[in-house]
């Protein structure tokens, strides 16, 4: 599955919110945690109103929700506070643990989604380890749209990353 073509249902307009799993989770698994959300969207409301959505697990690492209310208005607080309840009961009941949002995720040099602590990623742009062409994640992307539009994982020199980990020439005196 491409980004671009992601929720063909959404319009671009709609949320979105990215879970990342500690580890690389099995096809047994996700076919279990998707179950188990998409079971929870077919009943997700938003005060009452009813919803749209769909969920999907990309590279094994990144679970990706996206919702919107049927009437194409924005969802409440609480309805995304019980969409993060129920993806967290999903995850703790199949012995998966999610990482914070705060964790940096990129591609290594053989393709694979790797995790860092912010310290460690600053270590690893600092050593030459992350390259201007590293792919790097993008966990807080807010919409259907802007996922689509490729946000979510492009080259460290086009990110956001870059601008927070790029070692900076010391000011002139």
């Known amino acids: 599955m491409t980004c671009r073509s992601l929720f063909p249902a959404l319009p671009d307009a709609a949320r979105i919110w990215v879970f990342a799993t500690r580890e690389a989770i099995t096809d047994t698994l996700q076919a279990q945690l998707l179950s188990r959300l998409r079971s929870f ?3 997700w409301r938003s005060h009452g109103n009813a919803t749209s959505g769909d969920a999907v697990i990309i590279d094994h690492r990144f679970l990706v929700v996206g919702g919107i ?3 194409g208005g924005a969802l ?3 309805s995304i506070d019980s969409l ?3 993806i967290e009961s999903a995850a703790q ?3 998966t643990e999610l990482l914070s949002p705060l964790a940096v995720f990129y591609r290594d040099s053989d393709g694979c989604v790797q995790s860092a602590s912010r310290g460690a990623f600053r270590r690893l742009v600092k050593a ?3 390259l201007d062409n590293t792919p790097v994640f993008d966990l807080g992307v807010t919409t259907v749209g802007v996922f689509r539009g490729g946000a979510f994982e ?3 020199c086009e990110s956001w990353h870059a601008r927070v980990f790029r070692q900076r020439a010391p000011a002139a005196v």
Request: proline share 5%.
């Open 41 to 43: 969207i077919a009943g």
């Open 69 to 71: 209310l049927h009437d």
């Open 76 to 78: 409440s607080g609480c």
């Open 84 to 86: 993060t309840r129920a």
């Open 93 to 95: 009941d199949l012995d």
């Open 128 to 130: 030459g380890d992350i």
């Open 154 to 156: 492009q080259p460290f």
